[in-house]
């Protein structure tokens, strides 16, 4: 098996640095009537990034939208739509890397990386979710060129006593996700609890992953954690929040309050498709360059020394990639 040589590896991590960042149905649950608390107060509504350079991507939630700590623990993410082979395998170390595939696409992807027994097949309504620790190599490239994965790429940062822990990967497919039905609303319960179901998804720390599809008119309740970070993102339609219009490619943040804890999203147009990410804050120093986070410039210089030196092991490019070589 052939592997990337320390030159290559250091193309990789500047490719990496310059991008920025079974047929059984779905088990359903009627939502019950929670007892009404006091709603939480929308901080800031932020329009999420655009550049029409980047071809596939549709928009970007980037640090600089809500300043420091606005989106911890989360780090970033970009909603995509990709259908053909973008990067080759690249290093990610001291962050969980998570693909999350809406339902509406018409292709898959197929991971591969440094740690797993064998590729995994990521289709739409799937989640991967990687955590990779100390550091890890992987590569994701459309299954079929040409048929086109329509998804969330979201960047979690890890606890400071788990960045050095070893990889790991957890998946849920399409069929086995948890959904909640709503009086005109559908809500898929990708990771935490909304209403009576509850995901059993070990992510390094706790959180919520909603995608929440509404008609005009329909309101999807949603008790949070008033010490959560809640983020909103609209991405198709409008909704208000919590009384608080937020249209198209734009993100509402929750901050943690002393509060209430209650959210409730109404949808203002036909269709209507939002991203609810909410999470605890870890509150701790942030330092990134591209695809490795760490909390000190001497944790960043450890895992570019372990990823050129080929500690986080060794992974060949799919044939796509060897070609274009």
């Given at each position: 098996?052939?592997?990337?040589?320390?030159?290559?590896?250091?193309?990789?991590?500047?490719?990496?640095?310059?991008?920025?960042?079974?047929?059984?149905?779905?088990?359903?649950?009627?939502?019950?009537?929670?007892?009404?608390?006091?709603?939480?107060?929308?901080?800031?509504?932020?329009?999420?990034?655009?550049?029409?350079?980047?071809?596939?991507?549709?928009?970007?939630?980037?640090?600089?939208?809500?300043?420091?700590?606005?989106?911890?623990?989360?780090?970033?993410?970009?909603?995509?739509?990709?259908?053909?082979?973008?990067?080759?395998?690249?290093?990610?170390?001291?962050?969980?890397?998570?693909?999350?595939?809406?339902?509406?696409?018409?292709?898959?992807?197929?991971?591969?990386?440094?740690?797993?027994?064998?590729?995994?097949?990521?289709?739409?309504?799937?989640?991967?979710?990687?955590?990779?620790?100390?550091?890890?190599?992987?590569?994701?490239?459309?299954?079929?060129?040409?048929r086109a994965l329509h998804g969330l790429q979201l960047f979690v940062d890890q606890p400071r006593a788990q960045k050095q822990s070893a990889p790991y990967a957890?998946?849920?497919?399409?069929?086995?996700?948890r959904v909640v039905t709503h009086e005109g609303a559908r809500v898929r319960v990708m990771a935490g609890a909304h209403h009576d179901a509850r995901v059993t998804?070990?992510?390094?720390?706790?959180?919520?992953?909603?995608?929440?599809?509404?008609?005009?008119?329909?309101?999807?309740?949603?008790?949070?954690?008033?010490?959560?970070?809640?983020?909103?993102?609209?991405?198709?339609?409008?909704?208000?929040?919590?009384?608080?219009?937020?249209?198209?490619?734009?993100?509402?943040?929750?901050?943690?309050?002393?509060?209430?804890?209650?959210?409730?999203?109404?949808?203002?147009?036909?269709?209507?498709?939002?991203?609810?990410?909410?999470?605890?804050?870890?509150?701790?120093?942030?330092?990134?360059?591209?695809?490795?986070?760490?909390?000190?410039?001497?944790?960043?210089?450890?895992?570019?020394?372990?990823?050129?030196?080929?500690?986080?092991?060794?992974?060949?490019?799919?044939?796509?990639?060897?070609?274009?070589?």
């Amino acid at each position: 098996m052939s592997s990337v040589p320390p030159q290559g590896r250091r193309e990789v991590l500047q490719l990496v640095v310059s991008a920025g960042v079974a047929a059984c149905a779905p088990t359903r649950h009627p939502a019950r009537r929670q007892e009404p608390t006091m709603q939480r107060p929308v901080t800031a509504v932020a329009d999420a990034l655009r550049d029409a350079r980047v071809d596939f991507l549709i928009a970007r939630l980037h640090p600089s939208m809500f300043g420091p700590g606005g989106l911890d623990p989360f780090l970033a993410g970009d909603e995509f739509a990709m259908s053909r082979p973008t990067f080759p395998p690249h290093p990610h170390a001291g962050f969980s890397a998570v693909t999350w595939a809406f339902e509406d696409g018409d292709g898959a992807f197929t991971n591969r990386d440094t740690f797993s027994p064998g590729p995994v097949q990521i289709g739409p309504g799937a989640l991967h979710w990687t955590a990779s620790g100390g550091g890890m190599v992987h590569e994701e490239i459309p299954t079929v060129p040409g048929r086109a994965l329509h998804g969330l790429q979201l960047f979690v940062d890890q606890p400071r006593a788990q960045k050095q822990s070893a990889p790991y990967a957890l998946h849920t497919d399409a069929r086995d996700v948890r959904v909640v039905t709503h009086e005109g609303a559908r809500v898929r319960v990708m990771a935490g609890a909304h209403h009576d179901a509850r995901v059993t998804l070990a992510t390094p720390s706790p959180v919520t992953l909603l995608d929440v599809q509404l008609t005009r008119g329909a309101t999807v309740p949603h008790r949070t954690d008033p010490a959560d970070n809640v983020l909103v993102w609209v991405r198709r339609g409008a909704a208000k929040v919590n009384g608080t219009t937020v249209r198209t490619h734009q993100v509402a943040r929750l901050a943690p309050t002393t509060a209430g804890g209650d959210l409730a999203i109404e949808g203002l147009d036909d269709r209507n498709e939002v991203t609810l990410l909410q999470g605890r804050p870890l509150g701790q120093p942030v330092y990134m360059h591209g695809p490795f986070v760490g909390t000190s410039p001497d944790e960043i210089r450890g895992y570019i020394d372990r990823y050129q030196r080929g500690a986080m092991g060794e992974l060949t490019p799919s044939a796509v990639f060897q070609r274009r070589g």
